[in-house]
């Protein structure tokens, strides 16, 4: 449609498996130069990380709260970071927005703590900031009168 309309593409689990398949298959394919042998270096390794890290965590952070709720991990449900950045009270550009930055974020903080550190200690740093920013934005929603789910 166009875009004066105003219209909206809902993209659904199908899509989303979909795009994150072809994103994960893409970042092995740029970290696997040598289709004979895995030789890759940690630059690309770390590359590919960051750049799947959002959508991978908040997929696993997902996953393990419903299966501590006793729920399959393939149920639907509104616990994904844009469903709680929404909660906040953020619009949908401004939640689209504070995803974005949080990706960016992540890409400036690997690639500063790759300088001094091994990447066991910038995934423990990217853990710790994830973990921190969920705590953030479960405070807000609380604030907000709603509540928010612990993990």
């Not at 893409?26 to 030789?39: D, E, I």
Request: contains cysteine.
């Amino acid at each position: 449609g166009k875009a004066e309309e105003n219209r909206k593409i809902f993209m659904g689990d199908t899509g989303s498996l979909s795009i994150g398949f072809l994103l994960a298959f893409l970042s092995l394919k740029l970290v696997m130069k040598n289709s004979m042998v895995l030789q890759s270096s940690s630059d690309e390794l770390l590359l590919a990380f960051t750049l799947l890290i959002v959508p991978t965590f908040d997929v696993f952070r997902v996953s393990l709260l419903r299966i501590r709720n006793k729920f399959s991990p393939l149920r639907a449900d509104k616990n994904h970071i844009h469903h709680k950045l929404l909660r906040t009270g953020l619009s949908p550009h401004a939640t689209l927005i504070t995803i974005l930055c949080l990706a960016l974020a992540f890409i400036a903080i690997n690639y500063t703590l790759y300088q001094f550190c091994n990447l066991t200690v910038i995934v423990i740093a990217d853990i710790v900031t994830y973990s921190t920013f969920h705590l953030l934005v479960n405070y807000i929603i609380k604030r907000n009168g709603e509540k928010p789910h612990v993990f």
